[in-house]
């Protein structure tokens, strides 16, 4: 009896003895753990470091070439020339015009005799 008691007690794991290879092991995982959150972190940062940051803001200007005779002018304008009031003459007869006294765009009195038929 005494031997199957002794091979009995043998196969008992004694827990109070640390394990030489489980302390390592705990100490590297807890380094590649924290290894990770800071990679992960500093992933984050620079991914979104961009949405942190305001942008610059820009300006925007036309290049235009500027004649030597506009340099020396006080005032440059352009654009379009649009009379303050507009006319649209028709004739009531028809027929083929003989006489056209005026060009799109000149000045008209009234009573000026513009076109004959």
Do not use: C, H, N
Not at 76 to 92: D, I, N, P, W
Request: charged share 25%; hydrophobic share 50%.
């Amino acid at each position: 009896m005494e031997a199957k008691d002794s091979d009995l007690a043998a196969l008992r794991i004694d827990r109070s003895a640390p394990g030489a290879g489980s302390d390592k092991a705990r100490r590297l995982r807890k380094i590649l753990i924290w290894l990770a959150l800071l990679v992960i972190v500093a992933g984050a940062i620079f991914f979104l470091k961009d949405f942190l940051t305001p942008g610059v803001e820009v300006s925007l200007a036309t290049a235009t070439f500027i004649s030597p005779a506009q340099a020396q002018s006080v005032l440059t304008a352009s654009g379009y020339v649009v009379a303050r009031r507009k006319a649209a003459v028709a004739s009531k007869g028809t027929g083929r015009l003989v006489y056209l006294g005026v060009e799109e765009g000149d000045e008209v009195k009234k009573g000026q005799v513009i076109g004959l038929l």
